[in-house]
């Protein structure tokens, strides 16, 4: 399609999609602690808890582009 190949194009959605996805879920934990009323420390241990998984996903593209894989 378009000149791409089906290999690019997954590998287009996969990065572009989850790092939109991953800005969804980072807003979504933002926006529950703003409602609970967490304080600073609160906000930090949701952010740092609910977002660590997303830490792994950003890492592993971040190896894999340095190592040219």
């Known amino acids: 399609m378009f000149g791409f190949s089906e290999e690019q194009i997954a590998n287009f959605g996969v990065t572009f999609g989850l790092a939109a996805f991953i800005g969804y879920m980072l ?3 933002w926006n529950l ?3 609970s009323g967490a304080g600073r420390l609160g906000t930090f241990v949701l952010f740092f ?3 660590f998984g997303m830490l792994g ?3 592993k593209s971040v190896i894999q582009w340095l190592l040219g894989i």
């Open 33 to 35: 602690a703003r409602k």
């Open 49 to 51: 808890v609910l977002a």
């Open 57 to 59: 996903f950003i890492a």
């Open 27 to 29: 807003f979504i934990v």
